[in-house]
């Protein structure tokens, strides 16, 4: 039978024509593509593959960045801060600015190099503990600049029982000492015993050996080190710690101690430090006594703090003192009498991490001077303060 | 009464099945490592590069999970037993004070496995219904 084909219908016949002709086809056109799709994720994967052999790869020498075997890192932070008081007056500056730069090297997984530098400018407060006898009153100075090697080592590790360091680094005495990263504080400029003359000396120098062992599962560890006395650098100073931490450091307890010379004679300095970690609470907690001759200056604080809105958010409350009975520097301002203080601070304020790396940070502290030399021939030293920080790890 | 029983119940079924959930992960390692098992303290010594040798002294390499695996958070939760948060301020922390930078981290389990394979001192984790081909065998976490 003759196939008869309406003229009227042959724009329909010719639509369903081609769209069945298309159908037969379609298949033989998407399998290549599909194949080379395939064939493309390969090649993809084979290559970052490549990437990260090439990135793990052990060398014999040290290549410049985006290589394991050496790392480049570091921080920066921010300040601003408002003080006022009753015989200090109300002002605000821009009080810090530092940059620390980080290099490591690893030339072995027993051998590396560890180095920071820190530099920055400033308008740190003059006269800070407001001493009637200074030429100045308390007030943010001109500018500041400054630059400072804070660690430089070469280590090497017979395991974990026994590493040892020859350079220069943190002193291993209590927390904030030798985590003295800004970044890592949650208020500006960490705990009063950073800033509290003639307790310890705050770098090692020379030999720093450490070990840490398992006991079950907690885990204890040794610092032994040398270092150069700030006020009598002709002798080395000698200093130990000994710590314990309980499983995934809940409970972290350490004592630390520190020998040697002054001008007059020679100086023992004692601490302990306490940290609580119980995810998202956490307490911070330290004592450090300088005892020399009759004098004997010492700082303790304590910190609790909480995470809250997904980590994001820390809230924090600290109480903070320090008893500093030898102390005589005030900023830029030569003092040659002595300007004991007692100095209670205690305040309260927020961190906000928007990323791991990065912290904004706004407080308010009250600085309570008590004891006799509160006030000095009519000088108020009490004064508040509020800060605004912040700061980026890299 | 009923109904205490009854949330006390759940309650025991909801930790057991989280708790389940948090164990399903193993540890890989290259095929000519000699160890059999591995404790929990020993894979966290080893992330957070508190070692950084094998007993035998092979050089360690750990490579981590993408950021977003299941694999990861699994791992974070039953052996770190820390968030990721944490883990990044621990990394924050070393890396500004002793240098010690994060393991790298590698995406499918194809690729980890392939890493793992090819450095004698190789370790990552995977999940416990992992079935390793050549060049890698599987180490069961013991331990809590």
């Not at chain 1, 298949?27 to 599909?34: D, G, I, M, Q, S």
């Not at chain 1, 015989?87 to 730069?101: C, F, H, I, M, Y």
């Not at chain 1, 090692?204 to 050996?209: D, L």
Request: hydrophobic share 40%.
């Amino acid at each position: 039978m003759p196939l008869r084909i309406d003229a009227s219908r042959l724009p329909a016949f010719f639509l369903v024509s081609s769209f069945l002709l298309g159908s037969l086809w379609a298949p033989a056109r998407a399998e290549p593509t599909l194949e080379s799709l395939g064939r493309r994720i390969e090649e993809l994967e084979k290559q970052q593959e490549l990437h990260l052999s090439e990135a793990s790869e052990p060398k014999s020498q040290v290549h410049a960045f985006l290589n394991d075997n050496l790392t480049l890192g570091g921080f920066y932070e921010t300040g601003f801060l408002v003080i006022d008081g009753d015989d200090t007056k109300l002002q605000a500056a821009n009080n810090s600015n530092t940059l620390g730069l980080n290099i490591a090297a690893e030339f072995s997984s027993n051998i590396r190099f560890v180095s920071q530098i820190w530099v920055g400018f400033s308008h740190p407060l003059q006269n800070e503990h407001n001493d009637p006898t200074a030429t100045t009153e308390r007030g943010f100075e001109r500018f500041n600049f400054g630059a400072l090697l804070t660690q430089g080592y070469l280590e090497y590790s017979l395991g974990r029982a026994f590493v040892v360091q020859a350079g220069t680094g943190y002193v291993p005495f209590g927390y904030a000492l030798q985590q003295r990263e800004l970044v890592q504080f949650v208020r500006q400029a960490g705990p009063q015993l950073l800033r509290t003359n003639n307790l310890v000396s705050p770098l090692w120098s020379g030999i720093h050996v450490h070990g840490s062992f398992d006991q079950g599962k907690n885990d204890w560890g040794y610092n032994f080190y040398t270092f150069t006395p700030v006020f009598y650098p002709k002798q080395p100073g000698v200093g130990g710690r000994l710590w314990w931490s309980s499983a995934d450091e809940e409970v972290t307890l350490g004592l630390s101690s520190q020998l040697g010379k002054t001008e007059l004679g020679s100086y023992e300095a004692v601490g302990t430090d306490l940290r609580l970690d119980f995810h998202p609470f956490s307490i911070k907690a330290e004592y450090i006594r300088h005892l020399e001759d009759d004098e004997d200056p010492w700082s303790a604080y304590l910190e609790p703090s909480v995470f809250i809105y997904q980590e994001e958010l820390l809230l924090y409350v600290f109480g903070d003192y320090a008893n500093s009975s030898m102390n005589r520097a005030a900023s830029a301002v030569t003092l040659t009498e002595l300007d004991p203080y007692r100095q209670l601070e205690y305040g309260a304020g927020l961190n906000w991490l928007p990323t791991s790396f990065t912290r904004f940070r706004f407080g308010f502290t009250y600085h309570d001077y008590l004891g006799k030399t509160a006030v000095q021939e009519g000088l108020d030293r009490d004064y508040f303060s509020f800060d605004l920080s912040a700061g980026v790890a890299f | 009464m009923k109904t205490l029983t009854k949330t006390v119940v759940l309650l025991t079924g909801l930790c057991l099945a989280t708790g389940a959930l948090a164990q399903k992960l193993a540890v890989i390692v290259n095929v000519s490592n000699p160890a059999s098992s591995i404790t929990k303290e020993q894979v966290q010594d080893f992330y957070y590069r508190k070692v950084r040798q094998w007993p035998d002294g092979t050089a360690l390499r750990f490579f981590d999970r993408g950021e977003d695996s299941p694999e990861r958070s699994d791992f974070l939760k039953s052996v770190m037993k820390k968030t990721a948060r944490q883990l990044d301020q621990y990394w924050i922390s070393q890396k500004l004070v002793s240098g010690a930078s994060a393991p790298t981290p590698v995406g499918p389990d194809r690729l980890v496995e392939s890493l793992v394979s090819r450095f004698p001192g190789g370790m990552s984790y995977v999940s416990e219904s992992f079935v390793p081909s050549k060049g890698v065998k599987v180490l069961k976490i013991t331990g809590d």
